[in-house]
């Protein structure tokens, strides 16, 4: 997955939002709280960072392309990072940022969704 591709798939989820913040990030809001971040890494390869649920987190970061991601996992969040995307699928990482996307537009109340338009 390239960062176009990545930035083209998250601004197809309703109601998101695109900012770059923390150096030249990508990264992608629904309801003002982050969901993906495309980079964060001094590399030539993309990366991409989304929040997992707990089960996956402990699952994921035993794959290959995975880990923790920097700050945010070592501060207790449970979001990860495919720093090696030429050994994961673009539809896993698809499929993973649309769980993150779900989980934070769970997070807010249904009064933020409705302004939403979800």
Excluded at 19 to 33: I, L, N
């Amino acid at each position: 997955m390239t960062y176009k591709e990545f930035n083209e798939f998250c601004k197809s989820l309703p109601a998101t939002t695109y900012v770059k913040q923390w150096g030249e990030s990508h990264v992608w809001k629904v309801g003002g709280k982050v969901f993906a971040i495309g980079g964060w890494e001094k590399s030539d390869q993309p990366a991409f960072v989304f929040k997992t649920a707990e089960a996956d987190f402990y699952f994921l970061q035993l794959e290959d392309g995975y880990r923790p991601a920097p700050y945010m996992a070592f501060r207790g969040l449970k979001w990860i990072q495919v720093y090696d995307p030429t050994v994961v699928s673009t539809d896993d990482i698809k499929c993973y940022i649309e769980q993150s996307y779900r989980m934070v537009l769970g997070s807010l109340s249904r009064k933020q969704q409705s302004a939403l338009g979800l």
